[in-house]
T-cell receptor
């Protein structure tokens, strides 16, 4: 089955700097890669996703890139703000059976 | 927010007792999932359902069972709770978009403490 590794586990940046979170996956058949943000005490919510037929996707200050050959994908947040502080999860959709497998999460701290 | 509710939201129980968590949706989504969240492990899939009475195991299914007798309800049962099952449990729902899975919508979570 699918396995997703995520790095780093903790990331601290100054407000206005960029943040990058990287993930790798094991199953070359996976075709959908979402990113979820979880604020303290809240439920995870989708912030951006990318499908395997696309190499990059942007939405305002966030972007995701996908390298299918290397089986890795990354989340980029530019001009970080204190409200970006949260835990971010990458995930991969396991086509072998209708399920999404998550990475262990990255706790992002944005210092004002 | 998607119409998904979990109950109970908080529960404290003792080792060896049975526990059932309920997930109820009003979105008529086909897929339903139970995840557990623990520090350092992220969200780990316990069991999932791809239709009424159609369920399958996830990454960490030992000690858990599920049932889905109606589209809107997905039950997670711990037959005999252990301290290692202390966790926050999230239910999620999804509707396939053809090319692959669509967005997961999560419930608010159920915090279970096993003493």
């Amino acid at each position: 089955g699918e396995n997703v590794e995520q790095h780093p586990s903790t990331l601290s940046v100054q407000e206005g700097d960029s943040a990058v979170i990287k993930c790798t996956y094991s199953d070359s058949a996976s075709n959908y890669f979402p990113w979820y943000k979880q604020e303290l005490g809240k439920r995870p919510q989708l912030i951006i996703d990318i499908r395997s037929n696309v190499g990059e996707k942007k939405d305002q200050r966030i972007a995701v890139t996908l390298n299918k050959t290397a089986k890795h994908f990354s989340l980029h947040i530019t001009e970080t703000q204190p409200e970006d502080s949260a835990v971010y999860f990458c995930a991969a959709y396991d086509t072998g059976g209708f399920k999404t497998i998550f990475g262990a999460g990255t706790r992002l701290f944005v210092k004002a | 927010d998607a119409g998904i509710t979990q109950s109970p939201r908080h529960k404290v129980t003792e080792t060896g007792t049975p526990v059932t968590l309920r997930c109820h949706q009003t979105e008529n989504h086909r897929y339903m999932y139970w995840y557990r969240q623990d520090p350092g492990h992220g969200l780990r899939l316990i069991h999932y359902s791809y239709g009424v009475k159609d369920t399958d195991k996830g990454e960490v299914s030992d000690g858990y069972s599920v049932s889905r007798s109606k589209t809107e309800d997905f039950l997670l049962t711990l037959e005999s709770a252990t301290s290692s099952q202390t966790s926050v449990y999230f239910c999620a729902i999804s509707e396939s978009l053809g090319q692959g899975q669509g967005e997961l919508f999560f419930g608010e979570g159920s915090r279970l403490t096993v003493l």
